[in-house]
């Protein structure tokens, strides 16, 4: 975290902001309240300061993922390859049905076996083909 | 993407050996079409190419910095400036004029900043030089910095690409290791860091103040330019420069053949070659790096891309990304065009013969933007195209003025109405005015990204528009979610002026 921060010059630590919330969520999986005080207090921020881009970015969650999370694109060229369509089949597989973004109120499903919560999120569009 | 491996091509039947698999999935490339002129994409799917140093150094790599170096500052922004570079990340700004807002003798520190947030719906070409040719953009961003007296570059990855900031981590270690990044490069006196900054998830971070804001540390709300130009005040309000990952590599390639040989490639004022991205019902969607001007859009579509797939007809082609302006595939357009003899003439071109260019279809009324090109066939309802433009802008506006937060989920609510056949005949027209009071009256261009293809939509397709507006008057709202039962539920204080019974009296026949 500290090699993070040193990426920014001495005064603006502020920016490490998101660095640190990207690394205390790959290893913790999720980022709960004491996770915005701790880091606001290594940057010398107040938590809100924290808290509003947790509320703000999509990829950081509050609540914790699965072993497995699979996320699938549902912009235009994607949806129009199908996406829905592996959404869905990724629901009647796994039998966990969709969650459309991580918010507070709906907690990821966890299932005994490896796929979990899954999330339709927006992601750039790759070139799809697929055979009915 | 499952975990972090991400995978394309993804075939609907195969989901279950997806959940289990543990390796990212890039399909096999063809080789490069014989219209091609590969530059920036030389070694995208070349074979036996690498991401490492050792690979780009046996191919050349390099050279051109060791040559920059040498160069004065003035000397590459003039190259730049006369090889007519274009931003190739959407709005086409000529990265000469750019650089050039920097003053050589400015006392605060300069900052480059490289925009890898490729989050344009269509695009998906900065991805591949991320992940398969990261030495081509750290040389690229190398030149600029000196070019620039830049000493700090940041590179802001959108987080959707974990395994591309790996992949450009690592790269920058290799280059810090042989002298091409750090202090003193190969010599010539100049230091420069580069560093990582992952994005998460917000598309309006490719907006070059919001970028800036989310490197600040800020939620990414863009800044109102005049007076926060980034060459002015930028990222922690000094100079800034910030460039797509194409056009930065484009750079490296200029000081390669040098600013007026650029200038001879593509057409006057839309120089130089450029990725063009395309997907949706062709037979082989994918990447195609053209000659900008060179290539027309049914030489694009039907040659490169293989035409329609299943023997259907084009209906319409969205040629920028989604933020651009639709075109119709029975439109004609009136352009123009310098003959070689100098004179103008001016020509009625069918979508087919529309070149590929900034200004052919900036006249055309779309943009050629970040070079998306989606191409949808007359299987394809426009509403439900439409819909799901809308949604990914609703859930991607910052929420910082109000035109375009409110307006933006409006208009979904709207297209998704009308999907779920509840549409009423006030619709369309309903649209076409939310889009006219977004477009222009924001902060930022996200407002007229969100607007755009809407208002394109609506003007071009009304008769698809109208036969989904049938009602005279939308489905009643499901009890709970009526005013008085929300009002009661959540414990709103209301006074009675609150509810405002004008709407009902007005009933459907109402003028918005």
């Known amino acids: 975290m500290d090699e993070a921060i040193g990426h920014y010059p001495p005064d603006e630590k502020r920016s490490a902001a998101l660095p640190l919330l990207h690394l205390w969520q790959e290893h913790f999986d999720f980022i709960n309240d004491d996770a915005v005080t701790w880091i606001a207090a290594k940057l010398g921020l107040q938590p809100i300061n924290i808290l509003e881009l947790v509320t703000f970015y999509p990829m950081l969650r509050e609540k914790r993922a699965g072993k497995t999370h699979i996320r699938v694109c549902r912009t235009l060229s994607c949806a129009m390859a199908g996406s829905y369509q592996v959404m869905e089949n990724f629901c009647a597989a796994t039998g966990i049905p969709p969650v459309t973004e991580y918010t507070r109120r709906f907690p990821p499903a966890l299932t005994e076996v490896s796929a979990s919560s899954l999330s339709n999120v927006w992601q750039a569009a790759a070139p799809h083909r697929f055979a009915w | ?512």
Request: aromatic share 8%; with cysteine.
């Open chain 2, 1 to 512: 993407m499952v975990n972090d491996k991400l995978h394309e091509n993804v075939d609907p039947n195969s989901v279950v050996d997806l959940s289990e698999s543990r390796e990212s999935r890039i399909v096999n490339r063809p080789e490069p079409h014989p219209l091609e002129h590969r530059i920036i994409f030389k070694n995208i799917g070349r074979k036996n190419w690498k991401t490492d140093i050792k690979t780009y150094l046996d191919d050349g790599g390099y050279d051109d910095l060791r040559k920059a170096i040498k160069m004065s500052r003035t000397d590459i922004v003039n190259e730049v400036k006369i090889s007519g570079l274009r931003g190739r990340g959407g709005a086409g700004f000529p990265c000469g004029v750019k650089w050039s807002f920097i003053k050589p003798d400015e006392k605060k520190p300069v900052y480059l900043i490289c925009n890898a947030d490729e989050s344009e719906p269509g695009t998906f070409k900065d991805r591949y030089i991320i992940h398969e040719d990261p030495h081509q953009l750290l040389e690229g961003i190398a030149i600029s910095c000196f070019a620039l007296n830049a000493r700090t570059a940041y590179i802001y990855i959108r987080g959707e690409f974990p395994e591309g900031a790996k992949i450009l981590e690592r790269a920058i270690e290799e280059a810090h290791e042989h002298n091409f990044l750090g202090r003193n490069i190969l010599g010539s006196g100049f230091d420069v860091d580069v560093y990582i900054h992952r994005g998460a998830g917000a598309y309006i971070c490719g907006e070059e103040t919001g970028l800036i804001e989310s490197l600040e540390g800020k939620r990414a709300y863009p800044r109102i330019k005049p007076p926060y130009f980034p060459a002015v005040l930028g990222l922690y309000m000094c100079p800034t420069i910030v460039n797509n990952v194409e056009t930065l590599c484009a750079v490296k390639h200029i000081i390669a053949m040098g600013g007026a040989k650029y200038a001879q490639l593509g057409r006057p004022n839309n120089t130089g070659t450029r990725i063009v991205c395309v997907s949706g019902d062709v037979e082989r969607p994918g990447y195609f790096e053209i000659e900008v001007g060179k290539v027309t859009m049914g030489q694009l579509i039907y040659e490169m891309a293989g035409g329609i797939k299943w023997g259907r007809r084009l209906k319409a082609v969205i040629p920028g990304g989604s933020s651009a302006k639709v075109l119709r595939a029975d439109e004609r357009f009136k352009l123009k065009q310098k003959q070689p003899d100098g004179s103008t003439i001016e020509a009625d071109l069918s979508i087919d013969e529309l070149p590929m260019d900034f200004d052919s279809l900036a006249a055309a009324g779309s943009m050629a933007g970040s070079g998306g090109v989606i191409v949808l066939d007359d299987s394809r309802d426009m509403v439900w195209v439409l819909n799901n433009i809308n949604e990914f802008y609703a859930h991607e506006s910052c929420g910082q003025c109000t035109p375009c937060r409110e307006g933006a989920l409006w208009m979904k609510k709207i297209t998704e109405r009308m999907l779920d056949g509840g549409g009423v005949t006030e619709d369309p027209r309903t649209l076409k005015t939310i889009g006219d009071n977004i477009a222009g009256r924001t902060i930022c261009a996200f407002g007229e990204a969100c607007a755009w293809p809407t208002q394109s939509f609506v003007e071009k397709f009304p008769e698809e528009f109208a036969a989904h507006a049938r009602k005279s008057m939308p489905p009643p709202l499901p009890p709970e979610n009526t005013s008085r039962e929300l009002i009661e539920r959540e414990q709103i204080p209301t006074s009675p002026l609150a509810h405002d019974p004008g709407w009902e009296k007005a009933g459907a026949d109402a003028v918005i």
